[in-house]
């Protein structure tokens, strides 16, 4: 299995939030009917429910995008890191006089 990319993870982390919505949604609507049925024990236990899921859903969103924004980060880094030493790489050769060919 490869590693998930940061638009992966971005996705992920905003499909997660649209969920959240979702399951809100549902649970006021479970709560409205089992209330109007009379079952308040029945609405309580579906509206914890539905509050659980939806603090798991708005927090494995939020750490989807904080990952995603780590790997971006990361990237930037390589990326700097190579830039680096090619201008190191460059440098000696001009002190040295070692060039390709010589």
Same mark, same amino acid.
């Given at each position: 299995m490869e590693p998930a990319t940061s638009t992966q993870l971005t996705t992920a982390a905003r499909i997660a939030d649209a969920?959240?919505?979702a399951v809100g949604i #549902? /649970?006021?609507? $479970?709560? %409205?009917?089992?209330?109007?049925?009379?079952?308040l024990a029945?609405?309580?236990v579906a509206w914890c429910l539905t509050f659980v899921?939806?603090?798991?859903?708005?927090? #494995? /969103?939020?750490? $989807?995008? %904080?990952?995603a924004?780590?790997?971006?980060?990361?990237?930037?880094?390589?990326e700097d890191v190579g830039d680096l030493r090619a201008d190191k790489v460059a440098a000696e050769r001009r002190d040295t006089g070692r060039h390709w060919g010589a």
């Open positions: 969920l959240v919505y #549902a /649970g006021v609507v $479970a709560c %409205g009917l089992l209330l109007r049925r009379g079952d029945f609405a309580i899921a939806g603090a798991g859903l708005r927090l #494995a /969103g939020w750490i $989807a995008r %904080g990952m924004e780590l790997l971006v980060r990361q990237a930037r880094m390589q």
